[in-house]
């Protein structure tokens, strides 16, 4: 017999590219195209690169107090990570352990089925409707843990958080994981729901709405019970995922409110012109609550719209499998960025 019989294979996550050429305009990652609020600059300066002799302290307390003032929440109620995939991940290995198989959508973020794959969880992935949406009564089958991301990736839409509770109320025997890595830019958190309901876990990110996915650092809602549970594995894990600089511009970062709402604000601006010209453009699109649209176009493949932006300096992302191939997920990035973009589009169609 090899070894390789004993090798935990997983086919990865395949993130999308960070192209090296220059001048590009770069819209498939869904970064923010301003950057980090001046306070994180002021303290990058005041870094001393001595301190870095050090371990970096294992309870993140700066960050996680900067979180849990930034919110109004107990710092008991609060998980930080390596970025919220590193959230995530630690929550499936904590809260996902049952025989039956944990719900997500067939459509949605292409990490959880991944991660459940690694973990060895059964999963059934339960299709979107035709429009995209969720329906929460799908969401009523015995399971072994539900994740929805809210709004949801690829498509942009959001749920309602009246269903967003539906689900967490019918499923109160396991972990319900809400990830809301877009929820900035346009849908109702859950975070209230933390103090009703103790099966909640509402998962975040500074990649996004903060501007600083290059950090890397996730964050996590959840009651004390269930965030002690989290604490539990992590530390079982690795003592120090998240290392000085992280924690102390990402407390930086969290400390400047109005730096962070002026610039969401501007992002949805320009998603919302931009998707005023998709239209005139004869795009068809789900209405976006993101920092990026997923839209297709009626007369021309996907894929020949890809190629063409690309060949023009413009990177944009597409997925190759079933229901979505036609589609473009563009993030949204500055006016002139979305210009051009729109610019090179109308030269193709
Ligand atoms: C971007 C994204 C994440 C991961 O973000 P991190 O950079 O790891 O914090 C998680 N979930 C969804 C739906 C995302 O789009």
């Known amino acids: ?5 004993n090798v ?7 993130p999308g590219e960070q192209p090296k050429i220059k001048n590009i305009i770069k819209l498939n990652t869904n970064e923010n195209p301003y950057s980090p609020s001046p306070l994180v600059y002021k303290a990058y300066q005041e870094t001393d690169l001595d301190d870095y002799r050090k371990y970096p302290d294992p309870t993140c307390s700066e960050l996680v107090d900067s979180i849990a003032e930034f919110y109004g929440v107990k ?5 930080v990570g390596v970025g919220s995939d590193d959230v995530l991940s630690m929550a499936f290995l904590t809260f996902f352990n049952s025989d039956k198989p944990i719900l997500f959508p067939d459509i949605t973020y292409s990490f959880y089925d991944v991660w459940a794959d690694l973990y060895r969880i059964p999963y059934r992935q339960i299709p979107l409707k035709d429009d995209f949406t969720i329906d929460p009564l799908d969401y009523y089958s015995e399971n072994g843990g539900i994740v929805i991301a809210n709004p949801n990736a690829p498509t942009g839409v959001k749920m309602p958080l009246s269903e967003i509770e539906d689900v967490i109320r019918n499923n109160k025997d396991v972990v319900v994981i809400v990830d809301e890595a877009y929820v900035d830019f346009g849908a109702e958190s859950a975070l209230p729901l933390i103090d009703k309901y103790d099966n909640l876990l509402v998962v975040r990110t500074y990649s996004k ?3 600083l996915a290059g950090l ?6 959840g009651c ?6 989290l604490l539990d594995a992590k530390f079982s894990f690795n003592s120090y995922t998240m290392n000085m600089p992280a924690l102390k511009l990402g407390a930086a970062a969290m400390k400047d409110r109005e730096y962070f709402e002026k610039t969401v604000a501007k992002v949805v601006a320009t998603r919302e012109n931009f998707k005023a010209s998709l239209k005139e453009l004869g795009f068809e699109f789900a209405d976006s609550a993101t920092n990026f649209v997923f839209a297709r176009h009626p007369g021309k493949p996907g894929k020949e719209i ?6 023009n300096g413009i990177i944009v992302r597409r997925f190759d499998k079933p229901r979505i191939s036609e589609y473009l997920r563009i993030s949204i990035g500055t006016d002139e960025e979305m210009d051009k973009l729109v610019s090179v589009l109308k ?3």
């Open 75 to 79: 710092k008991e109620n609060v998980f």
């Open 216 to 221: 890397r650092i996730g964050y996590a809602f």
């Open 209 to 211: 709405s903060r501007s």
């Open 1 to 5: 017999m090899s070894w390789e019989a």
């Open 306 to 311: 890809f190629e063409y932006l690309r060949a």
């Open 347 to 349: 030269e193709f169609l």
């Open 8 to 14: 935990r294979k997983v086919v990865p996550y395949v």
């Open 224 to 229: 004390e019970k269930l965030i002690g549970y």
